[in-house]
């Protein structure tokens, strides 16, 4: 039984933790996708692949996503410019979860060169087990937040 279907995309600062939670995450049940890179070189660009893999997330292509680059920060700039994209670089457990319970985060970004992968598995398996709650406050606030981006879309 598959559990989810999840994108996962990195540029060299990530590429090493992506293999390791790609294979964490297969062994698990998930089924992965990945966006790339396949092979680590140290001139590729994280928007490369992490675009593609915000666009399917946002498409519903895939349920969720995972982001990596050295520290999880352009991931998480590049991932947000996608509308329906709602990512976040996340290195605590709490975070991990509360980001989708309070705001339906669909994108988990990291920082290969900041994390361990130990760490890394545990806050990944964390983020794809939560749930959105659907309270009318944080549907509130979500609905504030597509607004904006419909305003930028209309610009």
């Known amino acids: 039984m598959i559990l989810m279907r999840v994108g996962i ?12 939670l790609a294979d964490a995450l297969q062994s698990s049940g998930y089924e992965t996708v990945d966006f790339g890179a396949h092979q680590l070189d140290s001139g590729d660009d994280y928007p490369d692949f992490v675009i593609p893999l915000a666009r399917a997330v946002a498409e519903g292509r895939v349920d969720r996503g995972v982001a990596l680059c050295g520290s999880g920060v352009g991931a ?28 339906d985060m669909n994108i988990f970004c990291l920082g290969g060169k900041v994390i361990g992968s130990s760490l890394a598995v545990e806050l990944v398996n964390a983020f794809l087990a939560a749930r959105f709650s659907g309270l009318p406050r944080h549907c509130r606030r979500l609905a504030k937040v597509a607004a904006l981006e419909d305003a930028r879309s209309e610009a």
């Open 76 to 103: 998480s700039v590049a991932a947000n410019k996608v509308a329906g994209v709602r990512a976040a670089l996340i290195h605590d457990i709490f975070s991990a979860h509360q980001g989708v319970e309070d705001d």
């Open 9 to 20: 995309a990195a540029d060299h600062g990530g590429f090493a933790l992506k293999q390791i």
